[in-house]
Structures are given as structure tokens and as C-alpha cells.
């Protein structure tokens, strides 16, 4: 199994500024995902993050708007620009371990408001 | 967009009775998973089963899957007041990406 961490565990922004989430893993992993959590919604994976490469992005989702890092195996970040009360969301991340069988292990979660 | 469709999407039941939720997907994938998350939390992974399997038991839960059909169930026997959360399905396909369905929120009532 994984212990993952995130810091802030939430957050009121105002619209028009950036919040950094950081996701920290208690071991070395290959990918990271992040995922969007809208009020009373599913979630909806933003991006993966592989170390060393640039992450892949889903459907509707962009770079600019959502810049992530991954400096090392343990850990990720992921930037949410320019908000709007629309990103108001849990931002959650989330690991598998090498070599499957693939299920995966979630942080607790960012709650963002942005007013 | 969701691969899955969970049904129903709300559920209460009392403490002692069985639940069972389905969960409906629309393309061929390697495995299907099941997890639950309490009131805003992060996600516990439950049970996941894989594309060959068509049953799967791991405690009081029980899955099924069937391909053909391309739906899901889930069982939880005899449910406790900590059984209430929701749960949601989600199917893994190639590079270990997951789709998650609506979720059905759970309620048990003590």
C-alpha cells in the first residue's frame, strides 16, 4: 500500500489568483494522477505524472491552467491558475504501485472555495 | 467523460439489510474497481476485478462483473452504520488510467 499526503487540505481563494497542491507519497512510484472533484460530482482525472516527462493531459483540460510538476518519485504538485468560482472543486491525487495489479491509492483531498 | 453509469444514484437501507448497486460502462476495459469515499474524503479502494474474473469476494462485499453485458455489481452484506459513504466504480483501461462512474451515496440507518 501507499500513504499519500497533501497540503493545503483546503482553501478559500479569491478568483484571478493560484493555489500550488502538493502531493507527497511515503514510497517511490512510477505515475501520479490528479483529479477533479466538483461539488456533488464524480471524479474526472486531469493529468498523469510521470517523473522526468511532461504530463499527459485529459480531454479539457490544459497546461497553463493546470501546470504540474514532478521533480522526483515522491512527489507532485500541481497548480491551479488564474481561478474562477467554476474551480471551486477537492482536487485529489492519487499513486499506483509498480507492477499492478493497479488499483490506487488516494490522498485526502484539497478542498478549494474560490469566491 | 464517465465511462460508467452507477445505479441507483442514492440508497437507504437499514442497518442489517444487504445493498446492492450496479454500475454500467460502454468500452472494453482490463479491469473494474470498485471504492467508496466518506463525506468528501479521499477514496479507500474496496475490490477490483479483472476483465477475466466474473466474481470476486473480499469480506462482507461482493462483486460481479459481466463483460457481456458490461455492467457491475456490488454487494455489501449485512451493512453497519459505517457502511454509509459513497461508492463508485471505475474501470481501468490501458496506462492505468481510471474512469469513474456517478457514484451511489449510501445511507444506513442504525
Redesign the interface.
Known sequence: SAV?SQKPSRDICQRGTSLTIQCQVDSQVT?M?WYRQQPG?????IA?ANQGSEATYESGFVIDKFPISRPNLTFSTLTVSNMSPEDSS?Y?C?V?LPGG?????????T?LTVT | S?QGEEDPQALSIQEGENATMNCSYKTSI??L?W?RQNS??????LI?I?SNEREKHSGRLRVTLDTSKKSSSLLITASRAADTASY?C?T?VA?????????TRVLVKP
Open positions: 499519500i505515475m494522477f460530482q464524480s471524479l474526472t482525472l498523469t477537492i485529489l492519487s499506483d495489479p493497479y488499483e490506487q491509492y488516494f490522498g485526502p483531498g478542498r | 464517465q482490463n479491469n474497481q471504492y468528501g474524503r479521499g477514496l479507500v479502494h477490483l479483472r463508485f471505475a481501468g496506462g492505468n488510467k481510471l474512469t469513474f462512474g456517478g457514484g
